[in-house]
C-alpha cells in the first residue's frame, strides 16, 4: 500500500466509528477496526500538540497563521 493509502486508514476508521455511533442496524459490523498485536477495538480521536485528546466541539478550523507557534 502507499503512504497515502496507509494514511487513509485513518479517515475510513473515523468514518466507521461514526457510522457505528449514529446509524441504527440491527445487523453487527462486518469489521472493526482493532489493535493487530492485541485484538484490542481502537477509536479515532482528536489529539494536540501535547498529546491530550480534544473533544470534537472545542475543534473548528482556522488560518494556520492563527496556530500556536512549535
Do not use: C, K, N, Y
Not at 13 to 35: F, M, V, Y
Amino acid at each position: 500500500m502507499t503512504p497515502a493509502g496507509d494514511e487513509l486508514r485513518i479517515v475510513l476508521a473515523a468514518l466507521h466509528q461514526w457510522g457505528a455511533e449514529h446509524l441504527a442496524s440491527s445487523t453487527p459490523l462486518a469489521r472493526l477496526p482493532l489493535d493487530r498485536a492485541m485484538h484490542r477495538r481502537l477509536r479515532v480521536a482528536l489529539i494536540d500538540d501535547q498529546g491530550q485528546t480534544v473533544d470534537s466541539q472545542a475543534m473548528e478550523f482556522f488560518p494556520e497563521s492563527f496556530a500556536t507557534p512549535d
